[in-house]
């Protein structure tokens, strides 16, 4: 076995217990100890006179004794007095011994570190390290110290000497961690090498720019920053490569079909549309798995062209599928798919998560002997116990973050036909071209960046809810002349029975109100089958008010509503927002959002409102709210794997992520063999196993 990938146990002085230890932080070998990076470190290198001390500031001070006493403030405790000459600093301990107290004799030498802050004395360290210092005290660190992430029990200076054996270990064999980024590539970003990064890092010499450190802008950490985000590239790369490797149905034209479908829609697809599905269509008439994400803003009509795809399958002989995250997204892209292909001579199956009993084992049957063809449902679809008889397409709606364990798992679905399904993803969520390009580099995207004609935009306003009657008469006015509202309560409660409570209540007192409305209620709580029925009544116009949790969020289509209102929508963001905005402004009549916040606005929340009330861009928006809340928020990072990174940080290394896709091609071209181990460096050993699902 190699020295740097040898176990931690095989470095002096580590047994099984602190083997289990370093366990919990993931420290496995001794090359995991190279990479367990400094959180910050501490100025050791030199003395600093008192006189020149800060509050806040670490440092280390060296002073002779004037006084040592026991004081009674609101804690008892030792307080030493020190003075060097250029000031005064006292010591403070709130736990000590007789011994230590004896220590402290006027006149003895004491070497302090520790962080100063203001105290009743003036400037105080309260429990210090210290020593006497003797004149054989050891002259101060030579680098600065580093301060690692660590566990109970496991103390820094016991980190710090096994990553100085890791180093060393390092140092006679540095071919066991070779450089693999190219040198024009290290040249042309200035950056050094990953031996020399990684001592840097561990061990800063005294001349070391600290706030470059502590700000993650200096070379040595932009280098490791640079190859993480290339390993995580070139992963994604690699699955991608792995899926594309088996076979898929080819799937040339569903023409006869999809036409039937289209002569009986109301309407013409948009350019847009049909730009997409020309691109999908390219990608289904291969013999390799379509990976294709469809962004497409709230209301650009991505369920036609979801539609037109499954068409394509179908007329290939093949099953599809589409995946909804919610019970009530499912249940209205059911209803679409019922109303548009049994008319075709298509049956549709259903298959939720709440589906029990003999009407499970009925749908797992129809799915399994090939009677169902078009399937739609929850994620309970893509489980385990799911198996389809040849399934050529799986659609993911309204997800992007489905990721790559999934994408992986559904490559499995398709197997029983030894072929692997095209799968088309589909999401409302605009992101900014090079965070989709690092995210998403397994997939390829297309965007629906045109909505249907007569569209009116949504207007928005921002009122303070003190004027809730206001806005209750608008209710009234909207409804007496034909038109439905939505009223959505954000609720802060974290139990669903709170926020069922609370939204009852504003349904009690709208109803109290508006006597003569119809009102209904969903929230979380409800049975999936009530729901169902509450929205069925709603977009059948059997009620004229909908009051709902954020449950009624994505996708839900109702045109005839024209009205939302939105309570306390500072306490969202705006992709949020934005995506429930879209739920009005779908017919042709012009559509209003209120948004209904409860004063004072924060400065924050003021510019996130008046984003809302400027646009009705997806895009604008997407950009606004990476501006605010930064990109892991906005990609929800955990399921992307761009969170655990260990270095880089999607927001500060922005100029970085831009590169990253170029870099990896290239690193492909010139250099493929680099790249698995590049990979399992910075993503383990699991990372490695993709490809071998
Ligand atoms: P989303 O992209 O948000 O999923 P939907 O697929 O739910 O949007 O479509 C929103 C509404 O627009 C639906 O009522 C749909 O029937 C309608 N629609 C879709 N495409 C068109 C089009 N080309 N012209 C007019 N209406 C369309
Ligand atoms: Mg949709």
Not at 163 to 179: D, F, G, I, K, W
Not at 461 to 478: H, K, L, S, T, W
Not at 579 to 593: A, H, K, M, N, P
Not at 617 to 624: L, N, P, Q, T, V
């Amino acid at each position: 076995m190699s020295e740097l990938q040898a176990p931690v146990t095989s470095l002096k002085g580590v047994g099984e217990a602190l083997a289990l230890k370093l366990a919990r932080l993931r420290l496995d070998t001794v090359a995991d100890l190279l990479f367990h990076l400094p959180l910050r470190y501490q100025d050791r290198t030199r003395l600093t006179p008192m006189g020149g001390l800060r509050a806040g500031q670490e440092a280390v001070v060296e002073g002779d004794v004037m006084a040592c006493d026991i004081v009674k403030g609101r804690r008892r405790s030792l307080l030493v007095r020190l003075r060097d000459g250029s000031g005064i600093l006292s010591l403070r301990f709130f736990h000590f011994s007789p011994a230590q107290q004896q220590q402290f004799t006027p006149g003895t030498r004491i070497r302090a570190f520790g962080e100063a802050r203001a105290g009743a004395t003036g400037l105080e360290i309260y429990h210090p390290e210290y020593r006497l210092a003797g004149a054989a005290a050891p002259a101060v660190e030579e680098h600065f110290t580093p301060i690692y992430p660590t566990t109970e029990g496991l103390h820094q200076s016991r980190l710090r000497a096994l990553v100085q054996q890791a180093l060393r270990r390092l140092e006679s064999h540095p071919e066991e961690l070779p450089e693999l980024l190219p040198v024009a590539l290290r040249e042309r970003f200035h950056l050094p090498q990953l031996g020399d990064s990684l001592h840097l890092l561990h061990q800063p010499p005294p001349d070391t720019d600290l706030a470059q450190l502590a700000e993650g802008r200096h070379p040595a950490t932009r280098r490791l920053a640079l190859e993480e985000l290339l390993a995580h590239q070139l992963s994604l790369r690699e699955v991608r490569r792995r899926i594309q490797a088996d076979g898929a149905p080819p799937l040339p034209s569903g023409r006869g079909l999809q036409a039937r479908f289209l002569t009986q829609l109301p309407f013409a697809l948009t350019g847009a549309q049909r730009r997409v599905l020309e691109e999908i269509a390219h990608d289904l008439s291969r013999p390799a798995p379509m990976l294709r994400l469809v962004q497409g803003d709230v209301g650009s009509g991505k369920t036609v062209v979801a539609a037109m795809a499954a068409l394509a399958a179908l007329a290939g002989d093949c099953q599809a599928a589409i995946m909804a995250p919610t019970e009530i997204l499912a249940e209205q892209h059911y209803r679409s798919f019922k109303a548009w292909f049994e008319p075709l001579g298509v049956d549709v199956a259903w298959l939720s998560g709440k589906l029990k009993g003999k009407q499970r084992l009925d749908a797992k049957a129809a799915i399994a002997d090939g009677r169902a063809r078009m399937v739609v449902g929850t994620h309970a679809l893509f489980q385990e116990d799911v198996h389809f008889q040849r399934l050529g397409l799986a659609i993911i709606d309204e997800q992007h973050r489905f990721g790559v364990h999934q994408r992986l798992a559904l490559r499995e679905k398709g197997q029983a036909g030894g072929l692997t399904p095209h799968q088309l993803i589909m999401t409302a969520t605009p992101i900014p071209r090079t965070l989709a390009m690092s995210a998403y580099a397994d997939l390829d995207v297309s965007v629906i960046d045109e909505l249907p004609p007569g569209r009116t935009p949504v207007k928005t306003v921002v009122v303070p809810d003190e004027r809730r009657p206001e806005v209750v008469e608008r209710i009234r006015r909207a409804c007496r002349e034909g038109r439905q509202a939505y009223w959505v309560c954000t609720l802060i409660e974290e139990s669903e029975a709170l926020q069922y409570q609370a939204a009852e209540a504003t349904r009690e007192e709208l109803a109290e109100a508006l006597p003569e409305l119809a009102i209904g209620l969903v929230h979380g709580r409800m049975k999936s089958a009530e729901k169902a029925e509450i929205m069925t009544a709603f977009k059948a116009g059997e009620l004229d008010l909908l009051v709902a949790t954020t449950v009624i969020e994505v996708g839900v289509d109702v045109p005839n509503a024209s009205l939302m209102i939105i309570e306390n929508p500072e306490r969202l963001g705006l992709s949020q927002l934005h995506q429930l905005r879209g739920r009005v402004g779908r017919g042709d009549t012009e559509s209003f959002c209120v948004l209904l916040y409860h004063p004072p606005l924060s400065a924050g929340s003021r510019q996130r409102l008046g984003v809302m009330r400027e646009t009705t861009d997806g895009f604008r928006i997407a950009e606004k709210d990476l501006e605010i809340r930064g990109p892991g928020e906005v990609l929800g990072t955990r399921q992307t794997g761009l969170a655990q990174m260990k270095v880089a940080d999607l927001e500060r290394d922005a100029d970085l992520l831009e590169q990253v896709s170029a870099l990896a091609r290239a690193m492909l071209e010139q250099a493929p063999e680099a790249a698995p181990t590049l990979i399992r460096r910075w993503l383990g050993e699991e990372a490695g196993r993709y490809g071998q699902v």
